[in-house]
């Protein structure tokens, strides 16, 4: 076997299948709800993303003397990435910035899930749009796959 089929190999192994459910791409956390968020928005502020918000409606539940398991939603993005996209289609400020939600499922297992790019209602029109929309989905299937992998 050749040392880059090898390696692509290990790496497939390792990175957890993603799942396309309800219009989401869906993928298996190694780690707690928490934790999986913590090491998204981390590797977003790495990447010089700018975090706008961190919602835990588990708290929100809490808030109103209700029960949710671990829920929570990031929603980040750069201009960089956004502006090429909206340039090609204003209605994209519809799916910008970016969301990822992360929550834990009754058997008590953590997934993390964002809009599958497929179900966007505006597709990117010209070859410079679909670079930039390849891109944007690129990086963030990417930075998911960080966050849930060991």
Do not use: N
């Not at 396309?20 to 010089?48: F, N």
């Not at 090429?84 to 939600?101: D, K």
């Amino acid at each position: 076997m050749s040392r880059l089929a090898t390696i692509a190999l290990s790496m497939a192994l390792l990175v957890p299948p993603a799942y396309a459910m309800d219009g989401m791409i869906v993928l298996p956390s190694a780690h707690s709800t928490p934790a999986t968020m913590d090491r998204l928005e981390a590797a977003a502020k790495a990447r010089d993303l700018k975090v706008f918000a961190r919602i835990d409606h588990a708290a929100g539940a809490r808030s109103i003397g209700q029960t949710l398991r671990p829920t929570e939603l990031l929603i980040f993005g750069h201009p960089k990435g956004g502006t090429p996209l909206l340039q090609c289609a204003q209605s994209y400020g519809l799916e910008l910035p970016l969301r990822v939600l992360a929550w834990e499922d009754a058997q008590g297992k953590s997934w993390l899930g964002y809009k599958d790019p497929a179900s966007y209602a505006m597709r990117p029109a010209g070859p410079e749009c679909e670079v930039a929309f390849k891109k944007l989905m690129g990086g963030l299937d990417t930075l998911v796959r960080e966050a849930a992998s060991q």
